[in-house]
Protein backbone atom coordinates (compact mmCIF):
# COMPACT_ATOMS: atom_id res chain seq x y z
CA UNK A 1 0.00 0.00 0.00
CA UNK A 2 1.55 3.22 -0.58
CA UNK A 3 2.26 5.56 2.00
CA UNK A 4 3.56 9.30 1.49
CA UNK A 5 5.21 10.91 4.34
CA UNK A 6 5.85 14.51 4.44
CA UNK A 7 8.85 16.51 6.92
CA UNK A 8 8.21 18.61 8.12
CA UNK A 9 4.86 18.87 9.40
CA UNK A 10 5.42 22.44 9.95
CA UNK A 11 7.82 24.89 9.70
CA UNK A 12 9.00 28.80 10.15
CA UNK A 13 11.66 30.36 7.89
CA UNK A 14 12.71 34.54 7.86
CA UNK A 15 11.57 36.05 4.79
CA UNK A 16 14.22 36.33 2.34
CA UNK A 17 15.24 32.60 3.04
CA UNK A 18 15.62 29.44 0.54
CA UNK A 19 14.01 26.52 1.97
CA UNK A 20 13.63 22.16 1.11
CA UNK A 21 10.37 20.99 1.80
CA UNK A 22 10.82 17.06 1.56
CA UNK A 23 8.11 14.27 -0.06
CA UNK A 24 8.99 10.47 0.46
CA UNK A 25 7.09 7.77 -0.93
CA UNK A 26 6.74 4.07 -0.22
CA UNK A 27 6.22 2.68 -3.55
CA UNK A 28 8.33 3.65 -6.28
CA UNK A 29 5.69 2.36 -8.85
CA UNK A 30 4.55 5.89 -9.58
CA UNK A 31 3.54 7.55 -13.11
CA UNK A 32 4.12 10.92 -11.70
CA UNK A 33 4.28 13.14 -8.75
CA UNK A 34 2.49 16.52 -7.98
CA UNK A 35 3.28 19.31 -5.55
CA UNK A 36 0.10 21.76 -4.46
CA UNK A 37 -0.31 25.00 -2.51
CA UNK A 38 -3.97 25.13 -0.13
CA UNK A 39 -4.43 28.38 1.37
CA UNK A 40 -6.60 27.73 4.38
CA UNK A 41 -10.78 26.89 3.48
CA UNK A 42 -9.07 27.00 -0.33
CA UNK A 43 -8.63 24.84 -3.18
CA UNK A 44 -5.48 23.38 -4.42
CA UNK A 45 -3.61 24.91 -6.62
CA UNK A 46 -0.59 22.79 -8.88
CA UNK A 47 2.49 23.68 -8.20
CA UNK A 48 4.95 21.37 -10.41
CA UNK A 49 4.57 17.82 -11.93
CA UNK A 50 7.62 15.64 -12.23
CA UNK A 51 6.84 12.77 -14.85
CA UNK A 52 8.40 9.06 -13.38
CA UNK A 53 10.89 9.67 -16.38
CA UNK A 54 12.12 13.24 -15.35
CA UNK A 55 14.71 14.45 -12.45
CA UNK A 56 13.14 17.63 -11.58
CA UNK A 57 11.32 20.51 -13.10
CA UNK A 58 11.31 24.27 -12.56
CA UNK A 59 8.45 27.46 -12.22
CA UNK A 60 10.12 30.22 -11.45
CA UNK A 61 11.59 30.15 -7.86
CA UNK A 62 10.42 26.46 -6.96
CA UNK A 63 12.35 23.64 -8.25
CA UNK A 64 10.74 20.28 -7.47
CA UNK A 65 13.09 17.18 -7.89
CA UNK A 66 12.30 13.55 -8.08
CA UNK A 67 14.40 10.25 -7.08
CA UNK A 68 11.96 7.44 -7.93
CA UNK A 69 14.19 4.52 -6.79
CA UNK A 70 14.63 6.03 -3.34
CA UNK A 71 10.82 6.92 -3.14
CA UNK A 72 11.74 11.06 -2.74
CA UNK A 73 10.94 14.01 -3.84
CA UNK A 74 11.89 17.82 -2.54
CA UNK A 75 10.66 21.27 -3.01
CA UNK A 76 13.44 23.75 -3.19
CA UNK A 77 11.62 27.55 -2.79
CA UNK A 78 14.75 30.47 -3.39
CA UNK A 79 14.51 34.05 -1.58
CA UNK A 80 10.87 33.17 0.52
CA UNK A 81 8.58 35.88 0.78
CA UNK A 82 4.92 36.10 3.07
CA UNK A 83 3.03 34.84 0.52
CA UNK A 84 4.54 31.72 -0.03
CA UNK A 85 2.63 31.25 3.49
CA UNK A 86 0.73 27.85 2.43
CA UNK A 87 0.18 24.33 3.35
CA UNK A 88 2.39 22.55 0.69
CA UNK A 89 1.18 18.90 -0.72
CA UNK A 90 2.80 16.38 -2.48
CA UNK A 91 0.60 13.41 -4.42
CA UNK A 92 1.41 10.01 -6.19
CA UNK A 93 0.04 9.38 -8.81
CA UNK A 94 -0.62 5.02 -10.81
CA UNK A 95 -3.54 4.23 -12.04
CA UNK A 96 -6.17 7.59 -11.23
CA UNK A 97 -5.11 6.43 -7.83
CA UNK A 98 -3.66 9.94 -6.25
CA UNK A 99 -2.12 9.52 -2.85
CA UNK A 100 -1.38 12.27 -0.61
CA UNK A 101 0.96 13.42 1.39
CA UNK A 102 -0.35 15.20 4.99
CA UNK A 103 1.40 18.52 3.83
CA UNK A 104 4.03 21.02 5.58
CA UNK A 105 2.33 24.18 6.89
CA UNK A 106 4.61 26.98 6.01
CA UNK A 107 5.03 30.55 7.84
CA UNK A 108 7.22 32.98 6.33
CA UNK A 109 8.19 35.43 8.99
CA UNK A 110 8.53 39.37 7.58
CA UNK B 1 -9.29 28.35 -19.71
CA UNK B 2 -7.92 26.46 -17.11
CA UNK B 3 -10.38 26.48 -14.45
CA UNK B 4 -12.25 24.63 -12.52
CA UNK B 5 -15.73 25.54 -10.79
CA UNK B 6 -17.59 24.60 -8.21
CA UNK B 7 -21.28 25.27 -6.56
CA UNK B 8 -22.19 26.37 -3.88
CA UNK B 9 -19.31 27.50 -2.14
CA UNK B 10 -20.96 27.28 0.65
CA UNK B 11 -23.38 24.77 1.93
CA UNK B 12 -26.01 24.12 5.12
CA UNK B 13 -28.29 20.63 5.41
CA UNK B 14 -30.20 18.69 7.46
CA UNK B 15 -29.36 15.45 8.12
CA UNK B 16 -32.83 14.66 6.48
CA UNK B 17 -32.16 16.82 2.99
CA UNK B 18 -31.62 16.11 -0.37
CA UNK B 19 -28.99 18.35 -1.99
CA UNK B 20 -26.43 18.18 -4.85
CA UNK B 21 -22.77 19.99 -5.32
CA UNK B 22 -21.67 20.58 -8.95
CA UNK B 23 -18.73 20.54 -10.28
CA UNK B 24 -17.72 21.81 -14.04
CA UNK B 25 -14.80 22.06 -16.39
CA UNK B 26 -13.94 23.64 -20.41
CA UNK B 27 -10.39 22.32 -20.65
CA UNK B 28 -11.45 18.84 -22.10
CA UNK B 29 -10.61 16.74 -19.72
CA UNK B 30 -11.90 13.31 -19.87
CA UNK B 31 -10.91 12.43 -15.77
CA UNK B 32 -12.95 14.22 -13.07
CA UNK B 33 -12.73 13.87 -9.33
CA UNK B 34 -14.18 13.81 -5.93
CA UNK B 35 -11.86 14.83 -2.80
CA UNK B 36 -13.13 14.96 0.92
CA UNK B 37 -11.35 16.88 2.97
CA UNK B 38 -11.39 17.08 6.58
CA UNK B 39 -9.51 20.55 8.56
CA UNK B 40 -6.32 19.46 8.90
CA UNK B 41 -5.85 16.45 7.01
CA UNK B 42 -5.41 15.67 3.44
CA UNK B 43 -8.16 14.98 0.55
CA UNK B 44 -8.92 11.81 0.36
CA UNK B 45 -10.07 10.36 -2.92
CA UNK B 46 -13.98 9.50 -3.22
CA UNK B 47 -15.00 8.70 -7.10
CA UNK B 48 -12.95 9.16 -10.53
CA UNK B 49 -15.02 9.63 -13.61
CA UNK B 50 -12.34 8.05 -16.38
CA UNK B 51 -13.76 8.18 -19.97
CA UNK B 52 -17.59 7.94 -19.01
CA UNK B 53 -16.14 5.14 -16.41
CA UNK B 54 -16.55 5.22 -12.47
CA UNK B 55 -14.22 4.03 -9.78
CA UNK B 56 -15.09 4.48 -6.35
CA UNK B 57 -13.06 4.05 -3.22
CA UNK B 58 -15.07 1.30 -1.35
CA UNK B 59 -14.66 3.55 2.07
CA UNK B 60 -17.11 5.86 1.07
CA UNK B 61 -20.93 5.81 2.11
CA UNK B 62 -23.66 4.78 -0.04
CA UNK B 63 -25.31 8.36 0.93
CA UNK B 64 -22.66 10.21 -1.64
CA UNK B 65 -23.74 9.17 -5.17
CA UNK B 66 -21.91 11.17 -7.79
CA UNK B 67 -23.11 11.69 -11.42
CA UNK B 68 -21.17 12.74 -14.82
CA UNK B 69 -23.95 14.00 -17.38
CA UNK B 70 -21.21 14.61 -19.84
CA UNK B 71 -17.21 14.95 -19.91
CA UNK B 72 -17.62 18.88 -18.61
CA UNK B 73 -20.22 18.24 -15.80
CA UNK B 74 -19.85 15.66 -12.31
CA UNK B 75 -22.30 16.06 -9.82
CA UNK B 76 -22.13 14.99 -6.25
CA UNK B 77 -25.72 13.97 -5.34
CA UNK B 78 -26.47 14.23 -1.43
CA UNK B 79 -28.79 12.60 0.77
CA UNK B 80 -29.05 11.42 4.43
CA UNK B 81 -25.56 12.78 5.38
CA UNK B 82 -24.30 12.58 9.16
CA UNK B 83 -22.82 15.54 10.72
CA UNK B 84 -19.33 13.73 10.14
CA UNK B 85 -19.58 14.46 6.42
CA UNK B 86 -19.42 18.01 7.27
CA UNK B 87 -16.20 18.51 5.12
CA UNK B 88 -14.68 20.57 2.08
CA UNK B 89 -15.49 19.01 -1.12
CA UNK B 90 -12.82 19.01 -3.81
CA UNK B 91 -13.31 18.40 -7.75
CA UNK B 92 -10.52 18.20 -9.87
CA UNK B 93 -9.90 17.20 -13.17
CA UNK B 94 -6.60 16.21 -15.54
CA UNK B 95 -6.31 14.72 -19.15
CA UNK B 96 -6.46 10.96 -18.46
CA UNK B 97 -2.60 10.10 -19.52
CA UNK B 98 -0.53 7.50 -17.73
CA UNK B 99 2.13 9.79 -17.45
CA UNK B 100 1.11 12.95 -17.60
CA UNK B 101 -1.67 13.69 -15.48
CA UNK B 102 -1.62 16.65 -13.30
CA UNK B 103 -4.65 17.25 -11.40
CA UNK B 104 -6.70 20.88 -11.88
CA UNK B 105 -8.68 21.35 -8.41
CA UNK B 106 -11.79 23.50 -7.78
CA UNK B 107 -12.14 26.11 -5.04
CA UNK B 108 -14.37 23.50 -2.90
CA UNK B 109 -17.96 23.99 -1.32
CA UNK B 110 -17.73 24.10 1.92
CA UNK B 111 -20.36 21.50 3.50
CA UNK B 112 -21.53 21.67 6.77
CA UNK B 113 -24.58 19.11 7.71
CA UNK B 114 -26.58 20.15 11.29
Known amino acids: KQEVTQIPAALSVPEGENLVLNCSFTDSAIYNLQWFRQDPGKGLTSLLLIQSSQREQTSGRLNASLDKSSGRSTLYIAASQPGDSATYLC?????????FGKGTRLHILP | DTEVTQTPKHLVMGMTNKKSLKCEQH?????MYWYKQKAKKPPELMFV???????INESVPSRFSPECPNSSLLNLHLHALQPEDSALYLC?????????????FGPGTRLTVL
Open chain 2, 27 to 31: MGHRA
Open chain 1, 91 to 99: AVNRDDKII
Open chain 2, 49 to 55: YSYEKLS
Open chain 2, 92 to 104: ASSRPSASYNEQF
